[in-house]
C-alpha cells in the first residue's frame, strides 16, 4: 500500500494542465460539467487532444489510445471535471462507449466507430431511461424486433442528455419480449439522424443541463447496428455503468468550488458565519474521502481485481461531497445564487444532478448492502 | 499508488493478530475491553514479539487500526505511531495534552504518562501522584491528570510532532473501531428477526448501514494516506474526517441494534462508547476546522 504517482503520471497530469491552460478559455472553469456541449469549441478541443494522443490514453494502442493505465484515466477526468468538461459530451464516448465498442463490437463496428471517437469528430447520447425504467433499468419496454437483415424499433427513451447534438445513441432495447429482467436485452449503436428517431427537447428546472425525449417509431435498422450478442446485453451494460459512475470526477471540481469558498470568506470577512471554518473543512474532507475511494475502485480496475464494491461506495462519496457543498454554497451565497450563471446555482444543479445521472445512487446503497448483508430477500 | 497491503505490511499485521492468539485469544482480550479494563499482559506480548520492528509510520498506523478493530485493550497502538522516536522504555503509555480540560486514556495504568506541553514534552516521573481514576463509560480506563504535580523530564521540541502522532493514531483507532461496529452491527441485522424477517431484509436499515460502512470506509483510506504522506495537514484532515463518521456512526449502528446495544453482554459498546470516547479526545468540530484551516496543530 502506497500513495504516490508514478513519475509518469505526474508528467501526464502536467502536460494536460499545460493543454487546458493553453487552450481553454478562461469561463470553462465556471461552467458545469455539461453546460456546454457539442458547440464548436469542444469539438475544436477534443480534436487538440486527439492530436496530442490525449482524447482516449487509456484506450489500447491498437484502437487509437497509447495503453494508458486507468490512473491516468481518472487523472485526466479529474482534471477535465475541474476544468468545466471542455470535451463536452464527448466524455461519455472515451469513458465508456468506446470501451464498450471495443469489448463487444464487431470489427467493422471497431472500425467504423473507434477512430470517429480517438478523433474527435462525433458526439453520442445513451438511450437508457424511460417512464417505467428509471433506475430499473432492466424493465425497459423499448421493443427491437427482428426483421430479417433488420430489426424495427418502437418505444420511448426519457431524459437523456446530449441528444440534440449527438450524432449517434448507444440505445439499449428489449429484443426478447418473453424474458424478464436484465434478460433479453440488446444493445444498439444508431445514428440519431435515422427514419422514425425523433428527439424532443424535455424542458426541466435544471437549466444548465438539458433532457431529452427519444421516440422510435417503426425504426428500421440494419442488424449490423447491434452490439454484442442479442438478448445478452447485460454484462456489457454493466461494465458501461461501472465506467460512467465513476468516470466523472464530480469530487474534483467540487473541491474547486470549496477553494472558492474559503477564497471568498478571506475576502468578504465572513469568518463568523454559518459555521464556514467546520463546513469548509467538513466540504474538503468530503471531497478527499470520494477521491481515495475512487482511487480505490481504480485500484482494483488497474489490477484486473473485482470493482464493483468500490465503485459503489465511490459513488455514494462522490454525491455526499457534490451536495455537502451544494449546501454551504447556497448558504454563504445566499441570494446571489438565484441567477443562473451563479457559482450557487451551477453548483446546485449538478448536486441536484449528481444522485441520478448514471442511475439513482439508492442502487450503489443496495450493492453496498448486498456486500454487507447478503442479498436481503 | 496500491491499495494492496505490501508484503511487509501484512507481516505486521499478521504478526498482531498471532500474537493476541497466543496471549489467550479476542474473546479473552475482547473480555477486558467489555469491562473498560486495561490488557497489561497483551501490551506487554506485542512489545516483546517484536513486532514494529523496522516498522515505517504507515506499518505503525495499520497495527493501531488493526488492534481497535479487534477490540483489545492496550496502549500499544498508540505507543507504536506516538513514541516512534525510542525515547521511552518498554511498557505501557498514555499522552496527555496540557490545556486539555478532560481525562486521559489509560493514564491511571500505564507504565509511562508524556505529556505534551506546547512545544515540549513532559515525560512524567511517578505518574500515580499525578493522575486520579475518573468514573467514565467511554470503552477504556481514564484518568484525570493534576497539571500542577507534573515532575518530569522536559523534553524540548518534541511537542509538535507527539501531538500530530497523537492526532493522526487517534483517527486510526477510530477507523478500526468504525469497522468493527459496523462487522457487528451487520452480523446482528442478519440474524435479529422482527415481525418475521430478519432486520438485514429492511431496506429502510440496510441503506442505513450501507451509509455508515461508506463513512467507515473512506476513514480508512484518509488515515492511511495522512500516514503514508505524514504530512500534517493530511494528518488533520483524516481526523476532523474520523470524528465526523463516529459522529454519524454511534447513533446510526445503535438505533439499528436496539436497546441491546447499551448492554455490556451484547458487546457493541466496545466500539460505539470507543467511537464517542476517540472523538471527544480528537475536539469538536471547531477546533479540529481551526486547525486545518491555519494549518497548525491544535489542542
Redesign the interface.
Known amino acids: 500500500?502506497?500513495?504516490?504517482?508514478?513519475t509518469e503520471?505526474r508528467r501526464f497530469r502536467d502536460e494536460l494542465r499545460a493543454v487546458i491552460e493553453a487552450e481553454v478559455p478562461d469561463h470553462w472553469s465556471e461552467l458545469i460539467p455539461g453546460e456546454e456541449f457539442g458547440t464548436e469549441f469542444t469539438y475544436e478541443f477534443c480534436r487538440t487532444l486527439a492530436e496530442k494522443g490525449l482524447l482516449a490514453p487509456h484506450w489500447p494502442a491498437a484502437y487509437g489510445g497509447r495503453d494508458a493505465s486507468p490512473?491516468q484515466f481518472i487523472i485526466l477526468g479529474e482534471e477535465l471535471w475541474s476544468a468545466g468538461e471542455p470535451r463536452g459530451s464527448q466524455y461519455m464516448n472515451v469513458n465508456w462507449i468506446g470501451p464498450a465498442i471495443i469489448a463487444a463490437g464487431t470489427s467493422e463496428q471497431k472500425k467504423y466507430h473507434l477512430g470517429r471517437i480517438t478523433s474527435g469528430d462525433v458526439t453520442w447520447c445513451q438511450g437508457f431511461s424511460e417512464q417505467g425504467a428509471g433506475t430499473d433499468l432492466a424493465n425497459m419496454q423499448t421493443r427491437a424486433v427482428r426483421d430479417g437483415d433488420f430489426y424495427v424499433v418502437n418505444g420511448e427513451k426519457v431524459w437523456t442528455s446530449y441528444a440534440q447534438e449527438a450524432e449517434f445513441c448507444f440505445l439499449l432495447a428489449r429484443t426478447d419480449p418473453e424474458s424478464a429482467g436484465n434478460k433479453g436485452i440488446s444493445i444498439f449503436l444508431v445514428p440519431t439522424a435515422t427514419r422514425g428517431f425523433t428527439i424532443e427537447r424535455i424542458p426541466s428546472v435544471l437549466d444548465v443541463h438539458e433532457f431529452n425525449r427519444l421516440t422510435f417509431s417503426d425504426m428500421r435498422i440494419p442488424a449490423s447496428y447491434r452490439l454484442g450478442p442479442e438478448n445478452d446485453a447485460w454484462r456489457v451494460i454493466r461494465e458501461a455503468l461501472a465506467h460512467e459512475r465513476i468516470g466523472g470526477p464530480r469530487y474534483a471540481r467540487a473541491a474547486l468550488v470549496t477553494r472558492r469558498l474559503?477564497e471568498m470568506a478571506a475576502a468578504r470577512d465572513w469568518w463568523d458565519r454559518d459555521?464556514i471554518?467546520?463546513r469548509?473543512?467538513?466540504a474538503?474532507?468530503a471531497c478527499?474521502?470520494?477521491r481515495?475511494?475512487v482511487?480505490?475502485a481504480?485500484?482494483?480496475r488497474a489490477?484486473g481485481q473485482p470493482q464493483d464494491l468500490a465503485v459503489s461506495?465511490a459513488r455514494?462519496?462522490i454525491v455526499?461531497s457534490e451536495r455537502i457543498v451544494a449546501e454551504l454554497t447556497l448558504d454563504l451565497l445566499e441570494d446571489e445564487c438565484l441567477e443562473r450563471d451563479s457559482m450557487g446555482n451551477g453548483q446546485l444543479k449538478t448536486a441536484m444532478i449528481a444522485g441520478l445521472g448514471g442511475g439513482s445512487v439508492?442502487v450503489?446503497?443496495?450493492m453496498?448492502?448486498r456486500a454487507?448483508?447478503?442479498p436481503?430477500? | 499508488?496500491?491499495?494492496?497491503?505490501?508484503a511487509s505490511?501484512q507481516r505486521v499485521i499478521a504478526a498482531a493478530d498471532r500474537v493476541v492468539e497466543a496471549a489467550g485469544g479476542i474473546e479473552r482480550a475482547f473480555a477486558v475491553s467489555v469491562a473498560a479494563g486495561y490488557d497489561r499482559d497483551l501490551d506487554r506480548a506485542l512489545a516483546d514479539a517484536g513486532v514494529l520492528d523496522g516498522a515505517d509510520l504507515?506499518e505503525r498506523v495499520l497495527i493501531a487500526e488493526r488492534l481497535a478493530e479487534l477490540g483489545v485493550a492496550t496502549t500499544y497502538g498508540l505507543r507504536s505511531v506516538v513514541a516512534v522516536d525510542g525515547l521511552l522504555p518498554p511498557g505501557g503509555l498514555a499522552v496527555a495534552v496540557l490545556g486539555r480540560q478532560g481525562p486521559v486514556r489509560y493514564a491511571a495504568v500505564a507504565d509511562h504518562l508524556v505529556v505534551i506541553d506546547g512545544d515540549d514534552l513532559i515525560a512524567v516521573d511517578n505518574a500515580t501522584k499525578s493522575v486520579t481514576t475518573v468514573r467514565s463509560g467511554f470503552g477504556y480506563p481514564y484518568a484525570r491528570i493534576a497539571s500542577e504535580e507534573l515532575d518530569g523530564t522536559r523534553l524540548k521540541g518534541m511537542g509538535e510532532a507527539w501531538r500530530t502522532r497523537l492526532t493522526l493514531v487517534t483517527a486510526a483507532e477510530i477507523a478500526g473501531n468504525a469497522a468493527a461496529a459496523?462487522a457487528r452491527t451487520?452480523a446482528h441485522?442478519?440474524l435479529r428477526e422482527q415481525f418475521g424477517r430478519t432486520l438485514?431484509?429492511f431496506?429502510a436499515l440496510?441503506?442505513r448501514?450501507?451509509?455508515a460502512?461508506?463513512?467507515a470506509?473512506?476513514?480508512r483510506?484518509?488515515v492511511?494516506?495522512a500516514a503514508?504522506?505524514a504530512d500534517p495537514r493530511d494528518i488533520d484532515?483524516a481526523a476532523?474526517?474520523a470524528a465526523?463518521t463516529a459522529a454519524h456512526l454511534v447513533p446510526e449502528l445503535v438505533q439499528i441494534c436496539g436497546a441491546r446495544s447499551f448492554t455490556l453482554e451484547f458487546g457493541l459498546h466496545v466500539f460505539t462508547m470507543r467511537l464517542v470516547g476517540l472523538r471527544l479526545e480528537l475536539g469538536g468540530?471547531?477546533r479540529?476546522?481551526?486547525r486545518?484551516?491555519a494549518g497548525e496543530s491544535v489542542s
Not at chain 1, 500500500?1 to 508514478?6: A, D, I, K, P, R
Not at chain 2, 499508488?1 to 505490501?6: I, Q
Open positions: 500500500m502506497e500513495f504516490e504517482w508514478s503520471e490512473w474559503a459555521g471554518r467546520t469548509l473543512v467538513a474538503e474532507t478527499k474521502a470520494a481515495l475511494l482511487y480505490q481504480i485500484d482494483a489490477k461506495r455514494v462519496a455526499r439508492e450503489q446503497l443496495n453496498i448492502a454487507l448483508l447478503g436481503g430477500r | 499508488m496500491d491499495y494492496n497491503f505490501s505490511q504507515l459496523i451487520a441485522m442478519r438485514s431484509t431496506q440496510r441503506h448501514l450501507a451509509e460502512a461508506v463513512s470506509e473512506a476513514t483510506w484518509m492511511r494516506e503514508f504522506t484532515l476532523s474526517y465526523q468540530p471547531d479540529l476546522a481551526a486545518v484551516l
